[in-house]
């Protein structure tokens, strides 16, 4: 499964090409002229660190909505960009939401593990380390958040509850989409973040967790089975026949030269 998501989230990505440049450069003109804002009234604290809790709530809304589309891609849909501001429209108080609450984790965390750390004793340490893996925990579930959201409910505590399961019931995956999309965002950087940006993360994410919604489609249809061997006997390549036949195989010509096909 993980070989064939890896390439349609790549086709998708590559046959959505504009449409990702696009939102990305949305992204990182709202965030470079949110810091450019900030950095102007560095001399007043609270109204530069207003500016930069506005920009990260923006960037929440918008990613939001643009996960919402990209779950479109990801079931073989085209979106428009009438589309994308109803999705704003219809999002931006789970956008806020989920902002705020990124903000406050990483606030959280960034204040006081150093202290607990810098205690300089073993219950220190000890809180330190708890404080560690729990953010790695919560930095794993959330990666769920927003395909969640756009695919499956729009009840956000219920979307939050639902990101912890998946990434309990599926840690290994978890731990492989968290890797992937650091891999993506090595790249880039390269590209200056324009491709496949933070787009490219949220669609392969999205990607992602629509193929994983098999297995829980599948299971609902076993419940004769136990839990824990079903999941250890999900066929994966049953569940994803129609999808690896609609994705099909193309050439590196056809990636260039599409016309000729």
């Known amino acids: 499964m993980i070989g064939f998501f890896i390439k349609k989230a790549f086709f998708d990505g590559w046959d959505n090409l504009f449409q990702i440049l696009i939102l990305n450069v949305i992204f990182l003109c709202v965030g470079f002229g949110g810091f450019f804002l900030a950095g102007a009234a ?12 506005a920009t990260a709530i923006a960037e929440g809304i918008l990613w939001t909505a643009a996960s919402k589309m990209l779950a479109r891609i990801a079931s073989y849909r085209s979106f428009g960009w009438k589309d994308f501001l109803e999705a704003i429209r219809s999002t931006w108080k789970h956008g806020t939401l989920f902002s705020l609450l990124a903000v406050g984790i990483a606030l959280l965390f960034f204040v006081t593990t150093p202290y607990y750390f810098g205690i300089g004793n073993m219950v220190g340490f000890a809180l330190g380390m708890l404080l560690f893996w729990l953010a790695i925990i919560v930095l794993l579930s959330l990666q769920w958040f927003l395909p969640i959201r756009s695919q499956l409910d729009d009840n956000f505590v219920k979307c939050l509850k639902k990101s912890f399961i998946v990434f309990f019931d599926n840690p290994g995956f978890s731990l492989f989409m968290f890797f992937y999309s650091l891999v993506l965002l090595g790249l880039s950087l390269v590209c200056v973040m324009l491709l496949p940006g933070i787009t490219g993360i949220m669609l392969a994410q999205n990607e992602a967790f629509r193929l994983r919604l098999y297995k829980y489609d599948w299971m609902e249809k076993h419940p004769e089975l136990d839990a824990r061997i079903a999941r250890k006997s999900i066929p994966w390549e049953e569940l994803i026949a129609d999808d690896v036949e609609t994705v099909g195989y193309r050439s590196f010509k056809s990636f260039i030269f599409p016309w000729k096909d």
């Open 42 to 53: 560095s001399d007043m604290m609270l109204l530069s660190m207003g500016i930069l809790l």
